[in-house]
């Protein structure tokens, strides 16, 4: 029974009893899927992947639970900024950092590749809070790296670790593997490393209030509904709300994101050893987890839509 079901148990134990009659009738009812099938349809989409694809799938509301290759690590590539935004807010709730101290742009500061940072003259200044969007709509790496030059990366370590989640690092700044932490995790899984179980733990923790506070992680919502990047998980999927962060570099492609369904569903997918490493939209593994999310989003029934809605 999860925690939800027995809370709601023992808050209408203490009810008289046409009371408790009363409120079972307001309690959401949360539609199960029928999870030995989607797991089946899953691994199929997995198996007929050129690479190696591992997922976790969690209903935070009833509990259901399917997994592959959970608790395998995988190389995070850009999904590994969902940590860093959490360490950012958590630092934040501690009273040890503002969203709204300034970080000011040099021009050492600067990578390529995703983001919009690099193409302004040194000189300028964000806020903390600036940066952090910036990392998780556009996935700007010049940001990541003022963000994590602020906090250091061993205090990312250092609450995920809190959070129960050890397998999940970063493990230096973006494109500057001179500031690696873990010269031989960098080797081997690039800029950050997790499993699908820990990435879907955490997307449920933000979910629920939990991962800092809820105020915080209301915030950090809002930002991941912001994420620029429908290419993956979502490129199937329609008018459905999906807080999600994806990650791409040439052999791995990767997302987590929370379907707003009927119920709240966390669907992390990550893949690796890809052999198709184009830079396209069609690249096998952005099929691959967008074949994963339509048949994760197929498997509840959604929200029905409001009275007078087209």
């Not at 009371?19 to 029928?34: G, Y």
């Not at 099938?37 to 399917?66: C, K, M, P, Q, W």
């Not at 592959?68 to 950012?88: C, Q």
Request: with cysteine; hydrophobic share 45%.
């Amino acid at each position: 029974m999860t925690a939800l079901r027995v809370g709601t148990a023992l808050m209408l134990s203490a009810l008289p009893l046409c009371a408790q009659r009363t409120a079972l009738a307001v309690v959401p009812r949360f539609t199960r899927a029928d999870t030995v099938v989607l797991h089946r349809t899953l691994d199929s989409i997995a198996d007929r992947h050129h690479g190696v694809t591992g997922y976790a799938i969690v209903n935070l509301e009833t509990g259901e639970r399917i997994t592959r290759r959970g608790d395998e690590t995988f190389p995070t590539a850009s999904l590994i900024k969902v940590p860093v935004m959490v360490t950012v807010y958590d630092l934040v709730a501690k009273g040890e950092l503002s969203l709204d101290d300034p970080l000011t742009l040099l021009k050492i500061d600067k990578v390529g590749g995703a983001g919009v940072l690099h193409l302004f003259k040194p000189g300028l200044v964000l806020t903390v809070r600036d940066a952090t969007a910036l990392m998780i709509a556009v996935s700007d790496n010049t940001a990541t790296n003022l963000i994590l030059d602020r906090i250091l990366i061993r205090r990312v370590w250092d609450k995920m670790e809190a959070l129960g989640l050890r397998h999940t690092k970063v493990h230096h700044k973006v494109s500057t593997w001179a500031s690696s932490v873990a010269p031989d995790s960098t080797k081997k899984y690039g800029l950050g490393v997790t499993t699908p179980s820990e990435m879907a733990t955490l997307f449920g923790l933000i979910a629920n209030g939990q991962a800092v506070n809820p105020a915080a992680d209301s915030a950090m919502l809002a930002m991941l509904d912001d994420n620029q990047d429908s290419e993956l998980l979502q490129r199937y999927v329609s008018d459905v709300r999906a807080p999600h962060k994806t990650g791409a570099v040439d052999a791995s492609r990767t997302e987590c994101a929370i379907f707003h369904l009927q119920s709240r569903v966390v669907a992390c997918a990550l893949t690796k050893e890809n052999q198709d490493q184009r830079w396209l939209v069609d690249n096998e593994a952005q099929l691959t987890l967008g074949a994963i999310g339509r048949a994760v989003v197929n498997a509840w029934p959604r929200k029905p839509k409001p009275a007078g809605t087209p």
